[in-house]
């Protein structure tokens, strides 16, 4: 490390941070280039940090700053990932203040990873945690702040520079490890590629015609197939929560989702019809590079994911999270788009005692009142018209396998009763996904694998269209 060029650079930065404050044009915005001047001398060479000054909607405010890293330097066409955000105040600003505001809790939803400055005092925050706080220029609180000699010593260069080194490289250490980080920077980053694609689609930028052109036949098409008119914004979070949970689902099956942007090979084949709605909906040779760069940042966040610590927390088998993590990524989401929307879809879940209950309820009628073998019977058809994420035809499934009472299921009994009597409807794509995971996880959990001809009778639709499938 040549410390020369590092004390060269705080000593510039000092020097014009104080010309400015003497000369009481010192403030948030002018100092700003002296402060991206001095990030530049320090930052790694693959690290981009880009001044910012348009409002994104999903924002209250906009980070003054965006950093990106070059996902492969030696490729020119290699996308950028995203670091965090760096944020200025005032010269001399109560940052403790500033750290409880909506603003930087707005900004931690969507990248984890910020450094909120007044220019003076730095504090990196990861996942609302304080993970260094460093002062560059020792003050008092009188009014005259830069008036004292400074000197730059080393100690201060080697400590700066571990902090912003902290900031730039070692994000990707910082594993996700709750269940409530998960969901939080999940539902965010989702939230954030839904408001990203709507931009672009409501921009009518020619340079983007062929994505927009895709994007809005599916809409138009997804419409018409489950007989709901849903608008533009509804459609872009449909969009973007399946995207985001294909994703995690893609992930936790073992999938090295980094390896190709391509989405819809990413996917197990399980869901081939969400792996078309992506493809027809966001051809992976037309995305936006506002989109792409969102996909690939939650990519990257999905690896941070510390599966085994969660998996602890939830008390559940690794691959049960994608199901048990949704109703909770779907509130956070809701949430962040400050609407109603859960309500006026009738998204409610039944607590699992109740599902429990009812379930076993209509079975006692079954036995008692018409004389049959309970959910097993051959003349015994279940529908679920709102099925969900499956709660309910899971525990039918239980109770036939209980019934059963054998340690693996015969092919044909599940191609007749599992895979012919039992259907449900959805009108959501995320739900549909985790009720197909439930339910074939149930069945492999029992010795049967779904074959590639196999198919559960869960539909995406709102329509009772029982005469149709039954």
Not at 68 to 82: A, C, E, Q
Request: contains cysteine; charged residues 30%.
């Amino acid at each position: 490390m040549n410390i020369e060029i590092y004390i060269n650079a705080l000593e510039d930065y000092y020097k014009n941070i104080k010309e400015k404050y003497e000369s009481a044009i010192a403030n948030e915005h002018t100092l700003r280039t002296d402060l991206e001047n001095l990030l530049n001398v320090f930052k790694p060479g693959d690290v981009k940090i880009l001044q910012e000054t348009k409002k994104e909607e999903y924002e209250i405010g906009s980070p003054d700053f965006r950093v990106f890293r070059k996902i492969d330097p030696k490729d020119s066409l290699s996308y950028n990932l995203l670091i965090g955000y760096i944020e200025t105040k005032k010269f001399g600003e109560n940052l403790n203040r500033i750290l409880k505001t909506e603003q930087i809790k707005k900004y931690l939803e969507v990248s984890p990873n910020i450094i909120l400055t007044d220019y003076n005092r730095f504090i990196h925050l990861s996942y609302d945690k304080i993970v260094k706080d460093l002062t560059l220029f020792e003050y008092g609180i009188e009014d005259n702040l830069l008036n004292r000699d400074f000197r730059i010593d080393e100690n201060k260069v080697i400590n700066f520079k571990a902090f912003l080194d902290n900031f730039f490289l070692n994000y990707e250490k910082r594993k996700i490890k709750t269940k409530k980080e998960l969901v939080k920077v999940l539902s965010s980053q989702s939230f954030y590629l839904s408001v990203k694609t709507r931009e672009v689609i409501e921009s009518n930028n020619m340079e983007y015609y062929k994505f927009i052109r895709f994007f809005n036949k599916t809409y138009e098409s997804f419409k018409n197939a489950v007989k709901y008119d849903f608008d533009i914004k509804e459609f872009c979070d449909i969009f973007a929560q399946s995207v985001s949970y294909g994703l995690f689902v893609a992930h936790i099956e073992g999938i090295n989702i980094e390896e190709d942007l391509d989405l819809p090979r990413l996917l197990p084949k399980e869901f081939s019809i969400l792996a078309e709605f992506l493809y027809f909906s966001a051809p992976s040779f037309n995305l936006p590079k506002e989109i792409e760069y969102t996909i690939a940042n939650i990519k990257k966040t999905l690896t941070l994911i510390d599966t085994d610590k969660i998996s602890k927390e939830l008390k559940t088998h690794i691959n049960s999270l994608t199901i048990y993590l949704y109703e909770d990524f779907l509130k956070s989401f809701d949430n962040l788009r400050g609407t109603e929307r859960r309500k006026e879809s009738g998204v409610y879940y039944t607590p699992n005692e109740a599902v429990r209950f009812i379930v076993k309820s209509i079975k006692s009628i079954l036995k008692e009142k018409f004389e049959m073998n309970g959910y097993k019977d051959e003349n015994v058809k279940v529908l679920d018209p709102a099925t969900g994420t499956g709660s309910f035809l899971a525990e039918v499934f239980n109770s036939i396998i209980e019934d059963v009472n054998s340690p693996v299921l015969q092919e044909n009994f599940v191609k007749e009763k599992f895979l012919k009597d039992i259907y449900g409807f959805e009108l959501m794509f995320v739900p549909y996904i985790v009720a197909h995971l439930k339910l074939s996880n149930i069945l492999k959990n029992k010795g049967y694998s779904l074959k590639d001809e196999d198919r559960l009778q869960v539909y995406l639709t709102t329509h009772w269209i029982c005469r149709e499938i039954v």
